[in-house]
């Protein structure tokens, strides 16, 4: 006899089906009872945990970007060097094997599935900003530890850090569009960033 789960336990179960299901799949081709199945619940289960599809999605959204917070607080806390704090974050990213972390694709998805809907754009703006803030105090912090040069606007940068991982997702999705630029993009943007004239090797991740 199969073990009930408890009730949060259940819900978050649910949540990482989810995660994983619309990361690689699409929003409007999910469907609540294939994310119920894969999550060994049935639908009504999964409503008394989230209201509604949208509802879900949300918290895919939400759950995405605490899984990358980690991911990049963890790539800081691992280099020692403030003027490589920014590129090991890029870094992580692209080679994490965790589609879950993969914030961008869906940021895309949002963007191309569920533009119509106010609720997931009003969303997405204020999740796009607060990424945003992170990644600009990163920068900020870096500057102060004498790692990014002070005259860089972190703001700026940090909008331009996002940009990257954005166009590195459309590449890996439309296939290898930028792949053979990717290694020059990183380190003139490093150069740009800390002034270093011989940056480290950047590793080309698949598909970009």
Same mark, same amino acid.
């Given at each position: 006899?199969?073990?009930?789960?408890?009730?949060? @336990?259940?819900?978050?179960?649910?949540?990482?089906?989810?995660?994983? +299901?619309?990361?690689?799949?699409?929003?409007?081709?999910?469907?609540?009872?294939?994310?119920?199945?894969?999550?060994?619940?049935?639908?009504?289960?999964?409503?008394?945990?989230?209201?509604?599809?949208? !509802?879900?999605?949300?918290?895919?959204?939400?759950?995405? $970007?605490?899984?990358?917070?980690?991911?990049? @607080?963890?790539?800081?806390?691992?280099?020692?060097?403030?003027?490589? $704090?920014?590129?090991?974050?890029?870094?992580?990213?692209?080679?994490?094997?965790?589609?879950?972390?993969?914030?961008?694709?869906?940021?895309?998805?949002?963007?191309?599935?569920?533009? !119509?809907?106010?609720?997931?754009?009003?969303?997405?703006?204020?999740?796009?900003?607060?990424?945003?803030?992170?990644?600009?105090?990163?920068?900020?912090?870096? @500057?102060?530890?004498?790692? +990014?040069?002070?005259?860089?606007?972190?703001?700026?940068?940090? $909008? +331009?850090?996002?940009?990257?991982?954005?166009?590195?997702?459309?590449?890996?999705?439309?296939?290898?569009?930028?792949?053979?630029?990717?290694?020059?993009? +990183?380190?003139?943007?490093?150069?740009?960033?800390?002034?270093?004239? !011989?940056?480290?090797?950047?590793?080309?991740?698949?598909?970009?």
């Amino acid at each position: 006899m199969a073990t009930r789960l408890p009730a949060e @336990q259940r819900k978050a179960a649910v949540l990482d089906c989810a995660c994983g +299901i619309f990361s690689t799949g699409s929003y409007r081709g999910t469907t609540t009872a294939e994310i119920a199945r894969v999550a060994g619940v049935t639908e009504p289960v999964l409503y008394r945990h989230f209201e509604s599809k949208r !509802d879900l999605y949300l918290s895919v959204l939400d759950e995405s $970007w605490r899984r990358l917070r980690e991911l990049w @607080q963890a790539a800081v806390d691992a280099e020692p060097d403030p003027k490589l $704090w920014v590129g090991a974050m890029g870094q992580a990213y692209f080679q994490a094997k965790d589609a879950k972390v993969q914030c961008a694709d869906l940021w895309v998805q949002a963007l191309t599935e569920a533009s !119509d809907d106010p609720e997931i754009r009003k969303f997405l703006k204020l999740q796009m900003s607060d990424v945003h803030n992170y990644v600009a105090d990163v920068i900020r912090r870096s @500057q102060q530890a004498g790692g +990014i040069l002070p005259d860089r606007e972190a703001s700026a940068e940090a $909008w +331009i850090f996002i940009a990257i991982g954005l166009l590195g997702t459309v590449g890996r999705r439309v296939g290898g569009l930028i792949q053979d630029d990717f290694p020059t993009i +990183i380190a003139e943007r490093r150069r740009w960033m800390t002034g270093l004239d !011989d940056p480290p090797e950047v590793p080309v991740p698949p598909g970009i």
